[in-house]
Structures are given as C-alpha cells and as structure tokens.
C-alpha cells in the first residue's frame, strides 16, 4: 500500500500539480502524525541535526527569509566589500532570529556558520592543497569574519565546543594559518581546539604535517615570512610549556593528553629533521628549508616569550639527549675511524646550529654534565656526541678547561676500577677536541704526554694500570688513523724499567701496523723532534741522523739508548699479535663509510681551489658586524681552517703550529701562485675585518676574533707561507699598501706578539750572522728604513701597531701590554720619530693628555703625522718607555741610522749633521747608562760606536766576494756619516784633554778588538775560522779608515823617542799573520797604512831617523811579519816613501829603510845580474815622473853592492835577506834556481835555511790559495823550488831538520820564523815533508840522528791532520788537477810516507830511537802497525857501545 501511495505521489507531481513550500510540507507531515508526548521536541531535534549534517545554512537562511531577506544572507559576510555597512549587531541579529525561527540554540548555529565560512575561504584560492599559509586576500575575508566570531562570543552567541567539533570535521579542508588566526584572536586556543580531540595520534600526525609544510614555506622567501616565524613560534611555544612544564608549576593540572600530544609533536619534529640529516641534505631541497626553519626554533626570541623558564630549560636538555641518542649504530671502533670527518667545519651547518642553540640556555658547566650523564645511561650516536664536543669547544671560551677536568675525571675513574667506558670516552673526547686546533684545545701530542709522559701520570699507580693502559692502547691499534700511533710511539708513556716490555710490545704491534698502512717507520727515526712536524726526511738520511744521535748519547752517558734497545725487530707476543688479526679483519670486514652522511659538500672546489675558502672568508666579514659574538665568529673561523687545509691539501698534522723553525729568505722571498693567493685571501680578509669590526667597536671591545684568526694563520704549512708574503709586503712593496693594509698588518704584529711563545723562530741569512729571531721581531726586521719612502711606512706601520696595542689593552695589565709589543717595533718608533720630529727631541708635557689616536687612523682621509704626534704626547705611551726593555739606547740608535742612505734621506745634509750632534752630544752622551746612555764618557762612545760598525760590516750587506774567492770588504751600503762621526770623536780623544790619560790606558780601538775577540770561538774548523776571518776584516776595514797614528803612535816626549806600537804588532802576531796575510807577508793596504803612521811619528819627532830606525828595529824582534810584508810591497811602497821623507826631512833614508832597500835589491840581483853600475843605480828608480818629482838624492848605495859579481846579502838579520830573496823567486817564476843559489856566497848558512823555510810556506801557499792573484807560482812549480833549495842544502850539508821542529825559544831562529807564517802553514808542515820525500838523500838522512824522530813525528800529525780534515783543502785541488793526482792527495802522500817508514825504520842506527817510546805515547795509536815496527827494532838492536872496547887512557 505505502508503495501505491508512492507512486501516486510521484504521479500527482507529475501530473503538473501545484509544487508546495518546504514549510507546507512540514505541516502536512505533522497534520499526518498522531499527537503524543515530547513528540514536538524531538522533532525539533531531528530537524537542527538534519540541518546540521545535510544543508547548507546560507541556503536555508534564504529560503527561510524569502526573497525579501536575502540581503542578510551570511554567504555576503564573505566579501569585505559587501559586507562593510553591514554591523555584527546586524547579523549577530539575524543570527538570533533564524536560530529562533529553526528551534536551535543560537550559539549551535553561528558555530556550524563560522566554521562552514572558514571552509570556504580556505578553499578558495584555488591553489594546491599542500598549503598552510593564506593568500592577501583570504587574510582579509578572514579578518571580517573573525570580527563577527568576537561579536558574536562577546554576546554569548558563539559555542567554542561545538565549534571545535566543527573545525575537526573539515580538517583536511583547514589552513594552519587560519587555526591560529583563531587562537590570535581569541576565537578559540590552540590547547582547547587540540584537546577538544580525543584521537591523538591524528592530531600529531595532522600538526606534523602541517608544521612540515609551514616550515618549508617559510624559508621560501615569500612576503607572508613574518606570519610564518610568529606561527611556528607560538605552536612551540605552547608545546613546550604544556609538554615540558611540571605539574607543581600549573595553577591547574592539565590534561594529560596535551602533554602527550606537545610532546609526541616535538618528538616527531625532531626525528624528522635528524632523519633528514643523516640522509644527506641538498641546500635548496624542501627538505633543507624544513629542517632549518624547525632549527630556528631553538633560539632566545622563541623562548623569550614564554612564563615559564624551567621548561625551554627542560626542553632544550631533553632535546640534546634526543640528538645525542638517535639511532646509535655506530661502534667505538667506527668512532675511532672516522672521527676526523666528524669535526665542527665538516659537520652540517644545520647541526651545529642547533648545539649552538641548544648551548644558549644551558651553562657551560650543566653542558658538560648533561654529556657526561647521557653518555653514562644511554648508547649514544657518537656522530652527534663527537660533533657535539666539537662545537663546544669551538663556541665557548670555557670549553677547554671543562672539558680537561672532564676528561681528567674520566681518567681517574678508568683507572680505579679499570672502567673501559670511561676510557673510551676520554680518548674520544680529548681526540676530537684536539681536531679543532690549538686556539681551542691543546693537540693530541701534547695532552698525550701531559697525562702519560711523567711519574704523575694517571697510569702509574700499578701494574694493573699499565696493563690496563696497554691493552686499550693495543686494542685501538686497528683502528687507529698513522698519526696517533706515531704520537704513542714518539712519546711514549713513563714506564718504570721492569715493565718496559709492555711499551715494547706495544710499540712493536703500533709498528706493524703504521707497515700495513704503508707509512715507513724508518722515516719517522728514533729520536724525531716531538716539537716537530715537518717534512718526513728520507729514509738513509734519517737512519744516519738516528746513528749519530745515538753515538751522542752513549759518549755522553755511557749506556745504549733505550731507543736503539726498542728498536728491535717485530717480534710481538702471539696472543696480542691473535687478537690484533682478528680486530684487524673485523674492521675490515664491517668497514665504515669514509665520509658519514650529512658532512658538508664541497661543490664546485674542483673547479675553483680557493672558491670555498673566499666564500667561507666572506661569511666571516659578514659576521664582524658584531665581532664580540664569540660562537658565531669562532664557528666561522673552523669552517676558514677546514677550507684552508683544503686549498692548501694540508693533513691532521698540519693543523698545528709543531714546526720548531721557518726558513726564510729575505732578500729573495717566492712563493707558489696558489700559495700567494692563498695568503692574500687570508691577509686582505683580516685587514676588512678589523676595519669593520673597528668601525662598530673599539679594539679592547671586538672580541678575540683576532687571536683566532692570527692562530687559524700559524699552521706548520700556513705560517711559512704566510710570512713570505708578508716579508714581500713589508720588506718589498710596504710605500705602496694602502692605509687599511697597513692598519691590518699592523695589528696582525700585535697579535703575533700575543702568540711569540708558541710560534716557531724565523731563521733568517741576512743580514749576517745568520741567526733566528722570535716572530715578532722578525717583523720588526723587515721594516727598514734607507729611503725618505720606507722611513715614511716605517712610521706608518709602527704607530698602528702601537695604538692598536694600546687601545686593545687598556683594561688589560701591563704584563700582558707588555707582551704584546715587540720591543724592536717601539724603538723604531721612537727613532723615526726622533728624526723626523723635532717636537719629539723635547720631553713631553705632563699637562698633555692626548688620547689614542686608533680611531684617527681608521677615518678614510688619515693624517699619519697628526696620528704619530698624538700617540708620542700620550700619557701611556711615554709610561711604556719608562719601561727597561723599551729603551732606546745609544748603540740602537746607531745600529738604526747606519741603514740610513744619505742619498736618498728625507733630511738635507745640514739637517742630518744637526739630528746626530743632538743624539750624540745632548741626548746619548750625558744620558746614564742604565738608560742607554754614555755616562758622559766620550770614549764610551766611541767604543760602542766601533762595535756597531763592525757588526754592520759583519752583514752581507757589506760583504763582497772577489774572483780569487777571498772574503774582502766592500763598499757600505749604510750611513757613511756616521763614520765620520768616529772620526771626529776619535780626533777629539786624541788631541782633548783626557787625550794623555787615553794614552796611557792603550788605544781604545784595540781594547775593542780583543774583547770581541776573546768572545768568539775558538779553533780551526771552518766556522770558528770563518767567524774569525770576518771579524778582522773589519777590524782591518776600520783601521784603514782611521788615522794612521792608530797604528804607530806619537813618538814619547822621553827619550828613546820610540812610539808604543805594541798593541797593533800584538794584532799582527796574534790574528792578522794568520788570516789577513798572504803567506809570510800582510796585505799591501795594512802594510802602506802602517809606514804611514810611521812618516806620521816621525814628522812629530825632533830626531825623525832615529824615531824611524828605533820602530823597524823593534819590528824585527816583536813584529818580523811587517818588514817581510814591505819586502814584497817595495815596489808599490818606496816612490811613497822616498816622497815623502825627501819631501818633509830634506834627508836620506833612515838606515833601516834603506836596509829593506838593500835585501830588496839583493833579491833582485841574485836572480838577474845586471850589467853595469849605473843600471844598478837607477834600479830603484821605478818611474821617470816620480824621478823628476823628487829632489837630488845625497845617499846612494855603496858601489860594492851594486857590484854584478857580488852575491853577499847585506848586513842585517839573514830572514830579511832570506824573504827578499824569495819574494824575488816568486815574482820571477823561472823554470829553475839551482845555477843561482850555486852563485851565493854564502858565509852563513842561516839564509839558506831561512829561504828553504819561505819555499815550504810557498808550497802550502800554492796548495791552500791556488786562485790568489798574489800566488805567482803553481803547486808544481812551488815544490821544484823546494826541492833545489833543499838540494842546495844537502849538498853543503847545512842540517834542515831543525825547520820541522820550530819551538818559541827567545832569541832563537824559531821565535821569528814562527811570526812569519800563518799557524795553519805551520801545522800543515808534515804534508810539505813528505811532499818532499822523493828528493830525500836518504843515506844523508840515515845518519842525522834526529832524521827518525822527525819523520815519525811528521807522519804521526800528517795522520791526525787527515783525521781532523784539516787536508780537505790541498785534497780538493789535488782531485781537481790531474798533474797533481800522487803529489798533493794526502791519501797517497800517508801511503808513500807509511812504506818510507817501514823501509827506514831497520836501516837506522839505535841512537835514533831516543826518547821515541815518549812519542809513541802521544799518537802512537794513530798506526799500530808503524808503531810496532819502532818498538820491535828499538828492542833488537844491540847497544853497540857494549862491544866496544873502553877507552881507558
């Protein structure tokens, strides 16, 4: 039946009748139902639900209404426009009306519309549905119906519930943005919307996806930005509070659910993001953006909102355990291996921002703590833990010393009860700390032998300690990256002896495997350089250092160095040796990947080396907007080092300063172009960053950005490269650096000087001696003033430096001030401003209260000079020069104006005159000594004078070397000035009043030279001899250029008239003979200036031929060496002489004069006879002009000696005549001599003796200066002199032995021959013997008595010549010359010379064994064989005197 009526009804429709009113409907189908109780309430009900589930309300609104209403339907409170004259009393109104109208609460309704209204503005973009955010336009729809929302709650019209339970309706259909526009304007809260949903796990999952999304638009650089950061920070806000907030601190306990709920939504947050992490993350991915924006949370501006502060406290703890806790699938033995990648600049950026933030609301000390507790009670990623302790130590200033006492704790406890998981996590931690450099953390070697290397150390408490410590040690010995097994090899821990074969074992199992990684033990040596860390040296260069080291130590100790003992094969114990192979192939096995996920890429270094680090530089100029933000500026500075040991390919091991000297050349400094670029980048970026960083703040006020970087700069391969570049700058192009360079480099002195104690030495060639300087003096060093220009940077540099220290250390002490200073820097300072200032030469006012002039000299237009004068007149400045070590003392200011080149000098000559009689007369000269001064005393002053110069003429500078490769001064490069200023002193001495009490005391010159000279090192290697040479060389540069009566002297006023010229003859004897001679003669420039000074005392005398006869004849028996040097230099020497003398005494020669003259001629003569008197007579006469010049001479030589068939020497001492004599063989070069020393009628034989005496010397001569151009015979040519000198005396039987045995004795031959040749041509006589042996008559020989002794005892020294090497030089030539091979190779001449000896020694008598065994004694053991031989025949020969019969009358 119901059928039936169905389809009446449809019929009836259909049949066109008249369509009905909802409203008419309603009431026929009440008029159809039966009346009954409540029946009228529940259909009410069933109409307010069907509406609620199935229409929509502006609809039914309108079909309520009519057409009459439809201006008030709600769909027009949609459009701003429509709806402005519309008030929310108005609709608020017709809210109530309908609501009243459709029998349901008014506050049901306006909910279900409001939330039907968001809807649809959520929709209405028409973009994707992956959006949390609104556009322009439906933030303003929004905003007008959240203003009727208000109304309508502010009139009680508006029911949050059912609200809620609207929204969770449609919320796939929501935008975040638009749920917390609600909670902004207090439409409905976050917490009562999320806790109005009792299905949590949807909850999170729908805010995780929506936080997700709102963080990557957030990043995506749109204009609603602003509205993203305040949303996200305002849903962790409240999650933290409501998850991490206790109980005790809630006025009301909260919901248990919405704790649940913040929680688990920060939990999944966090996950998400480490996730993401460690899958690797590309800086442009969706993914990047996410987890940097969720990152950004963790800041002071989030958690500065909140009431509480114990819970971002408690959140950011919970945080780190969650970062340090996940996924913890790494190993220890994986943590030992890779670790290294692990380090702050290799770390995700994304990181270790985050521990940066994280660290921001913890104390360094609960920082600690919380790492110690987490690593004690959870298994931890020891990724995140290590980056962790990384980022510690690089944002906090504190890290160094907690983490010490941390680990410091963790070792005791390892050690008490054997605790490995202590152990571990010391060795890790101190490890990764020690990555990060040594402006951090001390390096792994040295906190290695600070906790092992003494008897304090941790392990030496037992012997279960050191097993303890060896087994770890041993265990990680797979694992292990070379360069710690070479620290525990190197330095070892302090083992008592007997158990040193638990270090031994250890280092053998550390050995093998350093062998398996192919890094050569051999190379590292036995006894390398812990301080070192420089280039490996090869393998057969180091093994012979470890040889002498080791000799070394057992001459010095007696005892076989433990090293040498150590250094044994690898024989390991088999059950360490098992479980090494087994840990080995373990490792091996589950080998772990080199770079672990989520380290920082390096895009684009391939193709641009240096693009990472420019990059990495400008992100820290950026940052010098606030340079005092220690974390930030100290993260910036690990990732430069990071880039910089990858431009530079630099290793672990180059990362810290252990380099104990730089090498550098300072007249030719290169670099590589890599190299160079490298160092610009760094020098260009300090120099912008402390110009930016001093435009916002004051030096004492930016923060130690400085030290780090300077520190970044000192690597082992850095810091060489470094100062080469500077010394370019400095030393090469300083006029040309702009202000802002030479403000940078400036303070980059400063903070050099900081650092001096733990940077290496510079050793520096120039200028001479060679010698290493502290770093900051080194620069100091190359600030060099010889030209108006670089006097001018001098100043620049120096002012900067100094108001910089000045400024940067004003709250600091003055030790430390004091320090930072290169003492050399302040007294250039005050030298150029001295010179340039003449403001400066006066005392400063005390009322003068200048400031410092740093922030002058940042300004664009300085004024350098205003700056300098500013700085002089400052009050701190001048306290600092009060200070001892600041003083400028007189011989610095004279070691500082000699670099002065007066040519090019910003003073005029007049100027500079003026400028050192100021420094010398008024400022030095009265000064007290004990501030650098002179006390008064003028003489002081020259004496310090004369050492400056000689330590200049000392330098390279002023050296040059000649073609003949003797060392001869050239000219000087410096002041020349202040030489005549010596002069003019020295003159003053002399003819002052205190010039008679100078006098008496000795010339102060030569008291210089022999203090100086007793100062340096004695003996005949080729250092001291070096050293020596130079030192008289100047001395004799200095003679040369002083008056002549230095020399000789005035004449006394008592008789005899004699001037003391015992001091110069005391430097000839002692010194000049032996290095600034040639041969048996001085140089002709000493010998010509000391006749000077003799003509000199001679014009000052009233007797001059006496004064002259008393000088030579004292020079015959104190100083011989002079009249055989005016023997070879008479022709140069007479014309002056004859001048002169002629010229001033109207006279003759004195007779002594014109007995050289006279050996000179006999020289001459003996070798070419001449052929008439008159030729004899102008003999002398070496030019025509000097003839002409000269008057009549009125004392000519006796006819007798000029005679061509006379061959008698003049009278006077033989060695004259005997050097004469040899001075002519020399310049006349003959093939042979014999037919004219057959021709000599010689009365005594001592002449002949003498001049076999000079041949030897020739012949050494010709051996040790072959290239001279003094030296006129050849080596060959030398020893044919010799041998017809020496035939010439076998043959008339003059005894020569005498000559090998040449002792001291007054007034003996021996006491002048032995002034007349060096002492190395004296002990080199053994080698001219038996350089002579061929032409021996050895019958003749066998019967001399002391031929025997002689011979042994020229063997014997030839042998400990050869041992010594003082043969290298006659070695070297005979190697070089093929006529020489056999004659001058002292290898062969100690062969031929041992044969002679075995052969001679049966055929002598027995008398020429006395007093052999006493010879024997001394150098015996220098031939075992040779003495045996000596022994053996001296013990068979029978005494012949027992056969003889005794003669009795």
């Not at 909140?306 to 919970?318: C, I, L, N, Q, W």
């Not at 300072?666 to 190299?675: D, H, M, R, S, T």
């Not at 006390?935 to 004369?946: R, S």
């Not at 038996?1330 to 014997?1356: I, K, P, T």
Request: aromatic residues 8%; hydrophobic residues 40%; contains cysteine.
């Amino acid at each position: 039946m119901s059928d039936s009526r169905a389809r009446n009804a449809a019929s009836g429709l259909g049949s066109g009748s008249r369509k009905r009113t909802w409203t008419e409907l309603l009431a026929g189908r009440v008029k159809r139902q039966l009346h009954g109780p409540g029946r009228e309430y529940k259909l009410q009900e069933s109409a307010v639900r069907l509406l609620r589930r199935h229409l929509n309300l502006n609809d039914l609104l309108l079909e309520v209404e009519g057409p009459a209403c439809k201006t008030l339907c709600l769909h027009q409170l949609m459009d701003p426009e429509a709806s402005a004259d519309l008030s929310s009393s108005l609709i608020g109104s017709a809210l109530r009306d309908q609501a009243s109208r459709l029998g349901v609460p008014v506050a049901v309704l306006s909910s279900r519309t409001v939330a039907s209204s968001i809807v649809q503005i959520c929709a209405s973009s028409g973009e994707p549905s992956h959006r949390v955010l609104l556009n322009a336009e439906q933030r303003k729809k929004l905003s007008s119906l959240l203003e009727v929302a208000q109304y309508l709650l502010a009139h009680s019209m508006f029911s949050r519930v059912s609200f809620c339970e609207e929204l969770w309706e449609v919320q796939d259909s929501l935008l975040l943005e638009a749920v917390w526009h609600l909670h902004v304007q207090n439409v409905v809260s976050l917490q009562e919307l999320l806790e109005s949903r009792a299905d949590t796990q949807a909850t999170v999952a729908w805010l995780f996806r929506d936080l997700c999304l709102l963080c990557e638009q957030m990043e995506a650089s749109t204009p609603h930005t602003e509205i993203a950061r305040a949303m996200l920070s305002d849903f962790v806000q409240l999650f933290v509070l409501r998850g991490f907030q206790k109980n005790s601190d809630l006025r009301s306990v909260e919901p248990a659910h919405m704790a649940q709920l913040s929680a688990a939504v920060l939990q999944r947050m966090l996950i998400f993001a480490l996730e993401a992490l460690t899958t690797g993350l590309q800086d442009a991915s969706p993914a990047y953006r996410a987890v940097k924006s969720w990152f950004g949370v963790f800041c002071g501006h989030t958690c500065g909102g909140m009431t509480s502060v114990d819970a971002p406290r408690r959140f950011f703890s919970h945080t780190l355990t969650q970062v340090l806790t996940h996924k913890p699938v790494l190993r220890v033995s994986d943590a030992v291996q890779m670790q290294r990648e692990w380090s702050f600049a290799k770390t995700s950026c994304l990181l270790t921002g985050l521990y940066r933030r994280l660290f921001e609301t913890l104390r360094p000390e609960e920082l600690v703590g919380h790492l110690q507790e987490v690593l004690e009670t959870h298994e931890v990623n020891w990724r995140h833990v290590l980056s962790c302790v990384s980022t510690l130590v690089i944002c906090l200033p504190e890290a160094q010393r907690l983490v010490n006492d941390w680990v410091a704790r963790l070792l005791v406890r390892a050690f008490e009860s054997c605790d490995l998981d202590s152990m571990v996590t010391a060795f890790l931690v101190v490890r990764q700390a020690a990555l990060e450099g040594p402006s951090v953390f001390p390096s792994y070697s040295d906190w290695f032998q600070a906790s092992f290397g003494s008897t304090r150390g941790f392990h030496s408490g037992s012997k279960k300690t050191l097993v303890f410590l060896f087994k770890f040690l041993s265990d990680l010995v797979p694992f292990e990256a070379p360069r710690y097994l070479q620290v525990h090899i190197l330095h070892p821990p302090l083992v008592p002896s007997k158990y040193r074969s638990l270090l031994a074992d250890y280092v053998a199992l550390a050995r093998t495997r350093l062998a398996e990684l192919q890094v050569s033990v051999e190379n590292m040596g036995l006894y390398e350089d812990p301080s070192s860390a420089g280039d490996i040296a090869e393998p057969h260069s180091q093994a012979h250092q470890d040889v002498e080291k080791a000799i070394t130590v057992f001459e010095h100790t007696g005892k076989i160095p433990v090293a040498v003992m150590e250094a044994r094969a690898h024989k390991i114990p088999l059950s360490l040796y098992s479980a090494y192979c087994q840990a080995r192939s373990t490792a091996e096995e589950k080998k772990p990947e080199s770079a672990a996920p989520g380290v920082k890429g390096d895009a684009g270094r391939a193709e641009e080396p240096l693009g990472p680090l420019a990059a990495a530089l400008r992100e820290l100029r950026a940052a010098m907007t606030d340079p005092s933000q220690y974390d930030v500026v100290s993260a910036q500075m690990a990732v430069v080092s990071e880039r910089l040991s990858s431009a530079l390919g630099l290793g672990e091991e180059d990362g810290v300063s252990e380099v104990s000297q730089v090498q550098l050349d300072i007249l030719a400094p290169g670099l590589e172009p890599q190299e160079q670029e490298v160092a610009d980048l760094l020098l260009t970026s300090f120099c912008q960053n402390l110009i930016a960083a001093s435009s916002f703040t004051p030096p004492d006020r930016q923060g130690p950005w400085a030290a780090h970087f300077v520190t970044t700069m000192c690597g082992r391969r850095v810091l060489p490269v470094l100062l080469t570049r500077l010394c370019q700058l400095l030393r090469h192009q300083g006029p040309s650096l702009s202000a802002s360079h030479v403000l940078g480099l400036a303070a980059l002195v400063v903070h050099l000087g900081e650092s001096r104690s733990a940077l290496p030495e510079v050793h520096v060639s120039f200028p001479a001696p060679a010698k290493s300087l502290p770093v900051p003096e080194f620069f100091s060093s190359l600030l060099t003033f010889g030209t108006a220009e670089t006097l001018l940077f001098c100043l620049k540099v120096c002012t900067a430096a100094v108001s910089y220290c000045l400024c940067k250390s004003s709250s600091l002490s003055q030790d430390i001030l004091y320090g930072s200073l290169s003492p050399a820097l302040v007294k250039k300072f005050q030298f150029v401003m001295c010179r340039l200032f003449s403001e400066a030469r006066e005392h400063p006012s005390q009322e003068d209260a200048a400031g410092l002039p740093w922030r002058l000299l940042c300004l664009p237009s300085a004024d350098w000079q205003r700056a300098a004068l500013c700085l002089w007149k400052q009050r701190t400045f001048q306290e600092l020069l009060k200070e001892k070590e600041f003083h400028l003392t007189y011989r610095d200011w004279l070691q500082l104006e000699l670099e002065i080149r007066p040519e090019l000098d910003s003073l005029s000559d007049t100027e500079r005159w003026d400028f050192h009689q100021w420094a010398i007369y008024e400022h030095f000269l009265p000064k007290p000594s004990a501030a650098g001064g002179c006390d008064g005393e003028l003489q002081t002053a020259c004496t310090v004078l004369v050492d400056v110069l000689i330590d200049f003429c000392q330098s390279l500078r002023s050296y040059n070397c000649s073609e003949n490769s003797d060392l001869v001064l050239g000219s000087c490069t410096g002041n020349r000035d202040i030489f005549f200023r010596l002069q003019e002193m020295a003159a003053d001495l002399e003819q002052g009043p205190a010039a008679s009490q100078s006098r008496s005391r000795g010339h102060f010159l030569f008291t210089v030279f022999r203090r100086r000279l007793q100062a340096l090192a004695s003996g005949w290697d080729v250092a001291a001899h070096l050293q020596r040479q130079r030192e008289l060389l100047a001395y004799k540069w200095l003679l040369l250029r002083l008056p002549p009566s230095v020399l000789v002297g005035s004449p006394q006023a008592r008789p005899p008239a004699a001037p003391d010229c015992a001091e110069f003859f005391h430097l000839v004897n002692s010194e000049l003979r032996n290095f600034c001679s040639y041969g048996s003669a001085l140089t002709y420039d000493i010998t010509v200036h000391f006749f000077r000074g003799l003509l000199n005392a001679c014009s000052q005398s009233s007797n001059p031929s006496l004064t002259a006869d008393l000088i030579l004849t004292a020079c015959q028996t104190e100083c011989p060496l002079v009249l055989t040097s005016a023997l070879l230099w008479w022709p140069r020497l007479e014309p002056e002489l004859r001048s002169r003398w002629t010229r001033c005494f109207q006279g003759p020669l004195p007779q002594e004069l014109q007995r050289l003259w006279e050996a000179q001629q006999f020289g001459r003569r003996t070798l070419k006879p001449l052929a008439a008197p008159p030729e004899g007579v102008q003999s002398w006469r070496l030019s025509t002009s000097m003839w002409r010049e000269a008057p009549v001479v009125t004392h000519l030589p006796s006819p007798s000696c000029l005679c061509p068939d006379s061959t008698s020497p003049p009278p006077g001492p033989a060695w004259i005549s005997a050097a004469a004599l040899h001075f002519a063989i020399q310049q006349a070069g003959k093939n042979s001599i014999k037919s004219q020393l057959e021709k000599l009628d010689c009365q005594r034989e001592e002449l002949l003796l003498v001049l076999f005496f000079f041949s030897l010397m020739g012949l050494l001569s010709s051996h040790l200066t072959p290239h001279s151009r003094h030296q006129a015979v050849d080596s060959l040519k030398a020893l044919d002199i010799c041998a017809e000198v020496l035939g010439c005396l076998e043959k008339r039987k003059i005894p020569w032995l005498v000559l090998f045995q040449l002792t001291e004795t007054e007034g003996g031959l021996g006491h002048v021959l032995l002034r007349l040749a060096p002492d190395p041509y004296i002990r080199l006589l053994p080698f001219a013997f038996y350089s002579l042996l061929s032409y021996f008559d050895e019958d003749a020989l066998m019967r001399e008595d002391a031929f025997l002794r002689v011979a042994v005892d020229m063997y014997l020294k030839l042998i400990c010549l050869f041992v010594a090497g003082e043969t290298s030089a006659v070695s070297a030539l005979a190697s070089r010359s093929q006529e020489l091979q056999g004659q001058g190779d002292p290898v062969g001449l100690i062969t031929k010379a041992r044969h002679f000896l075995l052969q001679s020694i049966p055929r002598c008598p027995k008398k020429s064994f006395s007093n052999m065994a006493e010879l024997l004694a001394t150098s015996g053991d220098c031939d075992p064989e040779v003495s045996a031989a000596l022994l053996s025949r001296q013990q068979a020969v029978p005494d012949a005197d027992l056969y003889q019969e005794p003669h009795l009358f």
